[in-house]
């Protein structure tokens, strides 16, 4: 015991907290200044998500890998199930409803971690040749992006269906697949572009239609009045009109970054995209540490594409640069799915790193 004591304070990465923790406590400070109900509602997501971190970070992981394609294949089966069984709420079905405990879950939340394992799993099991992936392994790779795809999108959730689309595939871009393959998608993308316009909903069709037109959505221009009002440095509670007096829709959540920017100003903005920026450069740095453990390399970049995917189209919202679509900012939008999904996957990546030289992982072989 005394020496996996010793591997784990010796592997650990306290960076990653380090850089972390300072976006959870100004996410509650925000929260509970809002709304202290929410804020008591968070503490207890913050507490399942440490016990989660915990659980995920002592599993021996690389030992029992071979479980990650049953926890991949189950997920799929509950996206599945969501079109016969799921819980319909604002006119999307994305829920499922646990039997007598009063209790759902969203089963695309669940995918997420299942997802990223599942890719870095097939990645570590077949490696990229030095021109990189060719066809029968891109194609290989695209049924399990596009499956999840396709469900995901049906319930409908077009945001987190297009996220997992992006992170699969920049994955497999920093892992190297053929150039040849990338153009011809290019290509193929472009020309087929507006039929899968035309495949959208309506609402979605519209939120697309009010991100191009002149006129901005409601929410979109009290958001942009917030983060002007704020200024350089912010203003007080008292002075922060756009959020306590109601005018900013969902402050804690979808647009806590226009909340944020009218308490504390362009600086404060500059630094809370600071500490993302460097937690995603981090999480980059550990794919050209461990360059020959595919393993961990596809489960660090995926993340980082994440981390940054869902904080630009957050912040992009805010601004009228992208359509408002439900992306929360990561570790910082009130909720317990989408942070409790990130403590899993990073409770996942310290267990990587602290126990990679571990005798328990002593006759697993990477490539």
Known sequence: MLQIDRRILTHFDFILPILIIPIIIL??????????????????YFSIGAIIFSITFIIPIKKFDWIIPLFYWVSIILLFSVDFFGVTR???????????????????EVFKPAFLLMMAYLIKNNPPKSSGYGWKEFGKFSLY?????????????????????????????????????????????????????????????KRITNFLGDKKSYHVRQSIIAIGSGGLKGKSRQEATQTHLKFLPVST??????????????????????????????????????????????????????????MSINVAMTIALAPVVGVPLPFF??????????????????NLISFQYDTMYSKIKYR
């Open 253 to 310: 959540s979808d647009f806590i970054f226009a909340y944020f920017t009218e308490r504390f100003g362009f600086l404060g903005a500059l630094g809370l995209l600071s500490l993302y920026t460097l937690l995603v450069i981090h999480l980059m740095s550990f794919s050209f540490k461990f360059k020959k453990n595919y393993f961990l390399r596809s489960m660090v970049i995926s993340t980082s594409f994440m981390i940054f995917i869902y």
């Open 333 to 350: 939008s009130y909720g317990g799915s989408s942070f409790i999904t990130f403590m899993v996957i990073f409770g996942i990546i310290e």
């Open 145 to 205: 992006i596009i499956l999840p795809f396709i469900l995901i999108m049906k319930e409908p959730d077009l945001g987190t269906a297009l996220i997992l689309l992006l992170i699969g595939y920049s994955t497999l871009f920093v892992i190297g697949v053929n150039k040849k393959i990338w153009i011809i998608l290019g290509i193929g993308i472009i020309i087929s572009a507006p039929l899968l316009y035309s495949n959208l909903h309506g609402y979605q069709k």
């Open 27 to 44: 996410s509650f400070y925000l929260i509970n200044e809002a709304n202290q109900a929410l804020a008591h509602k968070q503490l207890i």
């Open 90 to 108: 604002l006119g999307a079905r994305r829920w499922l409803e646990i039997p007598f405990i009063n209790f759902t879950i969203q089963p695309s």
